[in-house]
């Protein structure tokens, strides 16, 4: 056999071993979490539990005992440490914290683009499978600060640009893209413009209808509106808020303002050091305060060390 096909075989081999080791390892996961709970002390995974028992629907998309590190120059540090948590199934779940507090790194975790060291991706009812993660990503969305928009593209091709490569119908995208860019009160005519003809506000609409151009069954959200103006991001959250509204598909939205998180969000996660340290409605948590001391009590929240 010719030296570079051994080699392929031998690196898919070690692929796919890697990938059924994780898969293994998962399944393990999951079925330690629904031991019984007089031999477990996991209050985080509770909610799973009660859902299994109760054969109550599932959300799109949880989290079970994640765990992952990076090793740096000054040391290892902790990004996630044994986080459980399952995203309300169409609601907006906001993620919000200090700068390395670990939420950047749980996003990335839920579509594949960090691989846990332990725990386990549940999306879509499977343990995330890492040889498939493409077709997975087609089913969630997602947006990031400064929209990621191909500058050769026209605002209308990136929308769309995902809907051609999978092979939709030309009807089929257009009627998609009509009703995203009606929501997001994107006019026709800067559909055929490029993005730096677009001012910074309707380049993350372009996005935001990019991230929704599938249908997808969860979007996810790493701080796309922190680049854009006071003035403009009240319109796009307006916008945001009717395509949600037209489409409650299961959100997560990374953020590191709180008046953005109490605007958008019906949960609300704090996280802290890789933990999280609080994870509430967010109707529970305008009970416990006054509206205007919800956003003193989230930056309290951020400020502790310990669960809440």
């Given at each position: 056999?010719?030296?570079?096909?051994?080699?392929?075989?031998?690196?898919?081999?070690?692929?796919?071993?890697?990938?059924?080791?994780?898969?293994?390892?998962?399944?393990?996961?999951?079925?330690?979490?629904?031991?019984?709970?007089?031999r477990r002390n996991d209050a985080a995974a509770l909610p799973f539990l009660l859902r299994t028992c109760l054969n109550v629907r599932m959300s799109e998309?949880?989290?079970?005992?994640?765990?992952?590190?990076?090793?740096?120059?000054?040391?290892?540090?902790?990004?996630?440490?044994?986080?459980s948590v399952d995203f309300p199934a169409g609601l907006v779940t906001a993620v919000i914290g200090p700068s390395g507090c670990g939420k950047s790194t749980?996003?990335?975790?839920?579509?594949?683009?960090?691989?846990?060291?332990?725990?386990?991706?549940?999306?879509?009812?499977?343990?995330?499978?890492?040889?498939?993660?493409?077709?997975?990503?087609?089913?969630?969305?997602?947006?990031?600060?400064?929209n990621g928009l191909f500058p050769h593209l026209s605002a209308s091709d990136n929308i769309t640009l995902m809907a051609r490569l999978s092979g939709w119908?030309?009807?089929?995208?257009?009627?998609?893209?009509?009703?995203?860019?009606?929501?997001?009160?994107?006019?026709?005519?800067?559909?055929?413009?490029?993005?730096?003809?677009?001012?910074?506000?309707?380049?993350?609409?372009?996005?935001?209808?990019?991230?929704?151009?599938?249908?997808?069954?969860?979007?996810?959200?790493?701080?796309?509106?922190?680049?854009?103006?006071?003035?403009?991001?009240?319109?796009?959250?307006?916008?945001?808020?009717?395509?949600?509204?037209?489409?409650?598909?299961?959100?997560?939205?990374?953020?590191?303002?709180?008046?953005?998180?109490?605007?958008?969000?019906?949960?609300?996660?704090?996280?802290?050091?890789?933990?999280?340290?609080?994870?509430?409605?967010?109707?529970?948590?305008?009970?416990?305060?006054?509206?205007?001391?919800?956003?003193?009590?989230?930056?309290?929240?951020?400020?502790?060390?310990?669960?809440?």
């Amino acid at each position: 056999m010719p030296r570079c096909a051994r080699a392929t075989r031998t690196l898919h081999a070690t692929t796919t071993r890697r990938s059924k080791q994780r898969q293994a390892a998962a399944a393990t996961t999951i079925a330690s979490t629904a031991a019984p709970l007089h031999r477990r002390n996991d209050a985080a995974a509770l909610p799973f539990l009660l859902r299994t028992c109760l054969n109550v629907r599932m959300s799109e998309l949880r989290l079970v005992a994640a765990h992952k590190t990076y090793v740096t120059a000054n040391g290892t540090i902790t990004a996630l440490d044994n986080v459980s948590v399952d995203f309300p199934a169409g609601l907006v779940t906001a993620v919000i914290g200090p700068s390395g507090c670990g939420k950047s790194t749980l996003l990335k975790a839920c579509n594949g683009l960090v691989a846990l060291e332990r725990g386990a991706v549940i999306a879509f009812g499977a343990p995330m499978d890492y040889d498939a993660l493409p077709a997975l990503r087609r089913r969630m969305g997602y947006a990031v600060q400064g929209n990621g928009l191909f500058p050769h593209l026209s605002a209308s091709d990136n929308i769309t640009l995902m809907a051609r490569l999978s092979g939709w119908s030309p009807q089929r995208i257009e009627q998609q893209l009509g009703l995203l860019t009606s929501l997001c009160q994107l006019p026709q005519a800067l559909l055929a413009q490029f993005p730096h003809q677009l001012s910074g506000g309707q380049q993350q609409r372009v996005g935001l209808c990019r991230a929704l151009m599938l249908k997808p069954g969860v979007l996810l959200l790493d701080e796309p509106f922190a680049a854009i103006d006071p003035i403009t991001r009240v319109e796009i959250y307006r916008d945001f808020k009717a395509l949600h509204s037209a489409n409650p598909v299961t959100t997560v939205l990374v953020t590191h303002d709180m008046r953005e998180a109490l605007r958008l969000a019906d949960h609300i996660l704090v996280m802290h050091n890789g933990r999280l340290v609080y994870n509430r409605s967010k109707a529970q948590l305008l009970q416990s305060v006054h509206d205007d001391d919800a956003e003193a009590l989230l930056l309290s929240l951020i400020e502790r060390r310990g669960p809440a």
